[in-house]
């Protein structure tokens, strides 16, 4: 299927009396049009931002779009329980803020003008540690296809060695049929092939992909008509005790940042330009690996780091079944978890960046015997999804020995708590706000910077710390120890 931008023509109003739309193009963070509040439900955690629900529209004929027989719609990411309707009738609902999804417009579109609106809801406030941005803030497209097509991520790339350099190619096609592959290096076909998938091919001196060196090629595969691209790199992956993470069975040493999704002044909007300036800085300063703290990153930010060497660890979700704050991912998890994740690997599988999937960043659950067999779940089904990449977690230990004796940093009734503390702190008229006592992370995090660094390394040596985690780290490839080595 081809891709075609939709990112024009688009209007943004408030959803609440008398506000006016405005015209905007995507991607679209409209939290940095709010007032900065004294007031704000999620408080600093959010810049101080109002928070609010907004209507997106946008009016189009069918004229406008691609005369193709299929149409999907993608939304690389909506924050947040994004509601899209066609012509007042609700098609799609996504409660993820930070995974992209598709909306399957064949043979719904009218003659004559046809409205698309799409809602993003914010405004059930505190419900982000961080930063959130509000709606349409990674990019729409239109993927077209006749009746014979390569269905979006219909192609999968995987090496399957290098000396020589083998790989593996999965193509996922509309109805049956012959496909041809085409391996191009740079303007030159390095490798081809030609029959029913999957294809096994060789590429003959084969430049491999590494940090030092991140050279790329692209597939090209025809099925009929259709003509899909991939760009992918050339290498393995192994994980051992004994040697840790080799790429091309060389050992790497990760030096990596945690960044969240957001890009400074310019909110929440994932723009090419800056998440290649963000990753360069950090390539210069001396980092080879990045985490998406806490949710899956952007497409962009893949392209980037697959042309640049800069490797990456994509993580899922900030919390589990447990609120870290009232109205937070918790509510949705059971009921998502599989989507979200299928999408995440989709969107990963052919960057060569991409070296493990992390299930969630602190979650304490993993202390409890329910969150051990969910995170036994997670590693299950991201091997089926994808076999060549490992799964860890981020666990603070000491945070889990605290849960375990009933001290837990976060809980449902601890995020209930706070959201009533900045319920009854936003009704205060005053100007300045009563001083509220540090909770949760941020009480330990000032704790740790008021102790030294090795407060958090002292706790996390405690035997307890070791009697909490070990079944939990059992049921994932790589342990992640947050804070504690």
Known sequence: MKKYDFNHGW????LKPGAE?????LPHDVMRTEARVNTSLGEGNIGWFEGGDYEYRRIFTRDELPENETLILEFESVYRSAEVCLNGEKIAYRPYGYTNFYVDLTGRLKDGENELQVIAHNADQPNSRWYSGTGIFRPVWIWAGDEKHIPVNGVKITTLGISPAVIRIDVATSVPGEVSVEILDGETVAAKAEGTSPFEITVPDAKLWSTDAPNLYKARVRFGEDLAEETFGIRTLTWTPEKGVALNGERVVIRGACIHHDNGILGACTYPEAEERRIRILMESGYNAVRSAHNPCSKYQLDVCDRLGMLMMDEYVDCWYMHKTQYDYASY??????????????????HPSVIMYSTGNEVAETAQE????????????????????????????FFNFLSSMGMGVYSDEKAKQQAEAARKAAQNSR??????????????????????CDFMKFGASLPPCDWKTRDAFAVMDIAGYNYGN
Not at 11 to 14: F, G, L, N
Not at 333 to 350: E, F, I, R
């Open 333 to 350: 998890v059971s009921d998502w978890w599989k989507q979200d994740m299928k999408d995440m690997v989709d969107k990963d599988y052919n």
């Open 370 to 397: 329910k969150g051990i067999a969910l995170q036994k779940d997670f590693t299950e089904y991201l091997h089926s999804l994808d076999a060549t990449r490992p799964v860890t977690c981020g666990i603070n230990i």
């Open 11 to 14: 209007t943004c109003r408030a």
């Open 431 to 452: 100007a300045k706000k009563p001083k509220k006592k540090a909770v949760g992370s941020e009480f330990y995090n000032i704790l740790a910077a008021k102790l030294g």
């Open 21 to 25: 739309a405005i015209p905007v193009t």
